[in-house]
């Protein structure tokens, strides 16, 4: 898991601005949804971080259901690498990168420990964010559920996370970004993400106080 922290300086400094810690102290189940961004086994099997966010994932994903709120799987999207990827990644590595989601079905393209519902939702993205316009179906999916929140979780924090964070922000959600249920390479790059996220483009809460919002929404 990562050591992560936002220090103590922003912290003072959103409660000066905003008369509190936490940008979003209550949510409505209902109208909330957990985005796994990019929990394949591309990205999973390799990385114990990936791996030590699992059990976070699925903690929140069954609580949040049963508080009926959706759970959004986004997977990469497989096609043939782009002119751009090639020239910016290299011809082996914007391959390899196109090819990352898996084949088959998209439930099965998932890291096999997690337990997918019939009434989430599966989808792919083809840009690191996953509510960029016109590169993934899924703010038009949670339109139509009336979803306003959004907890975001996966991998990677400071690529395909972010990216969906701020672009999830910049279309009015209301973002949290779950500090121990995403990962990267490094405490350092984590952290970074966790820092720009807090200051500019939503909350961030450790899975315990993110079930506890879920379980009292009053609170």
Known sequence: MH???IEEREYVRQEERRGRRHAFERIEPGRTALVVVDMVPFFVAESSYCRGIVPNIRRIASTLRGAGGTVAWVLPESSEPSARDVEFYGPEMAATFSR???EGPLRQRLWHEFEVDDADLLVEKSATSAFFP???????LLALRGVDTVLITGTVTNVCCE???RDASTLGYRVIVVADGNAARRDEDHNATLHTVYRTFGDVRPTGEVLALIDDPAS
């Open 3 to 5: 050591a992560w922290r």
């Open 163 to 165: 990216s969906s964070a």
């Open 134 to 140: 016109g590169r993934s179906p899924l703010p038009e």
């Open 100 to 102: 990352s989601g898996g």
